[in-house]
């Protein structure tokens, strides 16, 4: 998915403060630190990092200024790449993650040492788990000091590349000026090569502050590599799949990521092969198709079909906790799993392979697969979907069914939504309508609170022709108040629906219903429409009637805003406890 890169941001230095002001308003020296003293003019090594972002295509980076990062961003006012500041290292993650997210490119993330670099690792865990692409590039304390020893630098660990080696998919330390351009360009083509992911560069704070004498860098190859299904297992899966007699598909986020829900519509429609979307897989699928399942994977009705069918095709999904019905799913038919992820090939299930890259696999099977007919499915697809309906309906959850479609009906279809760990998002895993691919977000790939409203920063940054919507608890919001400060300085057009229930919602429902009564659940919070408009954004309180109408009149205006909604939710009763 690309964007327009007319589009970036350039913030004005009264924006940016300090990382981009001119000489002439820079400190002399910062206050702390030995390296960091010395005030060098002209290239330096931070030069050479964004050179080398920019060579590689790169147009907006995010992060947050440290002592020991100082000269990559002295460097950026010398540079065409957009900065967008973000008030705290692991919010400038998620605005990275929901960047990469939405555009396919690798998303520069520029951060300092020791406690910057360690407060961005919710954020790098939540893209591991959702395979987006981030360039993480921290500092490191200078030279000397590396090695493990114990010199007293400000900010040091023993080894701070440890810390991110359980975490993402490489790491690169640079100890030479000359080392930084293959050091990224190598991450950047680790970042970009299927499954996508976090990648992890540090650069010691004295290698950015010296002056440098290399020729700039211009444009690098670093063409991530293409996973290709092997052609023999391809055939295997096709013939298999053509002779099924109640063949069933799992849509994950690998068919979103590679940008292949034309060719798993086709490939559905030849074999008449009802659909599931994972949640990670929102909007690969039709909602309203024929062949449908929709989202509904934790309700046993769909688990119950998913295990009857003979032949299942498992497209870009591990069959995790979430995509399996909390590990109570248990199919009895042939499995086939394409996987772009080689950790997650048959790690819960016995399957023919298929070590690939979701469209190539599924071109590979269309080339080949013959058309099925059966008259009978799309009638199947319709007496699972009524008897979820009717379960749904027996437990009295008019209110929440009601506040969902409200932000339906107020999303612009096409605008893409990021949802926080919130019971309104557990809701929408199941029953939201994406309405397209690569448009609905959230967090579930990890599960750390926190990350709608940041993430959502990052989305509207990458493309500023349509609005974004943010969708958090109270609790969840907690995490991210900060970034009003964000979404204001760079007049980011990203609307933020709070629903207020006084606490940890879920965590209240979970605690109640195992232990009779919740502890450490319940939040004093603000006056979130204050609060809003004291960092100048406008903001407004609402109701469930009125949410619909408040909604879409935010998300028709420029600039952020936010809309507070006073309700408790409750979620559908679970039916994996047996």
Excluded: C
Aim: no cysteine; net charge negative.
């Amino acid at each position: 998915m690309t964007h327009d890169h007319d589009l970036v941001l350039r913030p004005t230095p009264a924006q940016t403060g300090a990382a981009l002001n001119p000489p002439s308003r820079r400190p002399a020296a910062t206050p702390h630190g030995g390296a960091s003293r010395r005030v060098t003019t002209g290239r330096n090594g931070g030069d050479l990092v964004v050179e080398t972002l920019a060579g590689l295509g790169a147009t907006t980076v995010f992060g947050l200024p440290g002592q020991h990062a100082l000269g990559m961003f002295d460097a950026l006012r010398r540079s065409d790449l957009a900065y967008v500041g973000l008030r705290v290292e692991n919010n400038a993650g998620f605005a990275a993650d929901a960047y990469g997210r939405i555009t396919g490119e690798a998303a520069p993330l520029l951060l300092s040492t020791g406690p910057g670099a360690l407060t961005s690792l919710a954020a790098l865990q939540e893209a591991a788990a959702a395979s987006a692409p981030v360039l993480a590039i921290s500092s490191q304390i200078p030279r000397a000091g590396l090695g493990g020893g114990r010199h007293g630098y400000l900010h040091e660990l023993p080894d701070q590349a440890a810390s991110f080696r359980g975490v993402v998919k490489s790491v690169h330390t640079v100890r030479t000026q000359s080392q930084i351009p293959s050091a990224i360009a190598a991450a950047w083509k680790s970042a970009l090569t299927v499954p996508h992911g976090p990648v992890w560069v540090e650069i010691p704070q004295d290698v950015l502050l010296d002056r440098t004498s290399l020729p700039v860098v211009t444009a690098l190859d670093a063409t991530p590599e293409k996973l290709v299904p092997r052609p023999e297992l391809t055939a295997v899966a096709a013939d298999v799949l053509s002779r099924a007699a109640r063949p069933a598909i799992i849509a994950g986020g690998g068919v979103v990521r590679a940008d292949a829900s034309g060719e798993l519509l086709a490939l559905a429609e030849r074999l008449n092969a009802p659909v599931v979307t994972t949640f990670g897989g929102k909007g690969a699928f039709p909602w309203e198709h024929p062949l449908s399942l929709q989202s509904w994977l934790e309700d046993r009705h769909t688990t119950d079909f998913l295990e009857d069918a003979d032949v299942l095709l498992v497209i870009g999904s591990g069959l995790g906790e979430l995509s399996s019905n909390y590990h109570t799913f248990k199919p009895r038919g042939r499995l086939i799993q394409i996987e772009a992820d080689l950790g997650k090939l048959e790690s819960n299930h016995p399957a023919l392979g298929i070590h690939a890259d979701a469209r190539l696999a599924l071109q590979a099977l269309l080339e080949t697969v013959e058309e099925r007919a059966d008259e009978g499915a799309a009638d199947r697809v319709r007496e699972v979907l009524g008897k979820v309906r009717d379960r749904i309906a027996a437990q009295e959850l008019a209110l929440e069914q009601h506040v969902l479609a409200s932000v339906r009906r107020a999303l612009p279809i096409g605008s893409p939504s990021f949802w926080d760990m919130t019971i309104l998002a557990y809701w929408a895993w199941s029953a939201f309508d994406a309405k397209s691919p690569n448009a609905m977000h959230s967090a579930q790939g990890a599960g750390g609170l926190g990350y709608g409203f940041p993430a959502a920063l990052g989305a509207a940054a990458a493309d500023r022709t349509r609005p974004v919507l943010a969708v958090s608890g109270d609790g969840g919001a907690l995490y991210s108040i900060a970034e009003l400060a964000t979404a204001r300085q760079y007049d980011l057009d990203v609307t933020w629906l709070i629903v207020d229930d006084g606490g940890y919602g879920i965590l209240r429902e979970y605690m109640t219903d195992a232990f009779g009564q919740a502890t450490a659940t319940e939040l004093t919070r603000p006056d979130y429409v204050a609060l809003a408009e004291s960092f100048g954004v406008p903001g407004v309180r609402t109701t469930p009637e009125t949410l619909a109408a408040d909604l879409a009149k935010a998300l028709s205006e420029p600039g952020p805003s936010v809309v507070v909604l006073p309700a408790v939710l409750r979620m559908f009763a679970p039916t994996h406890l047996g």
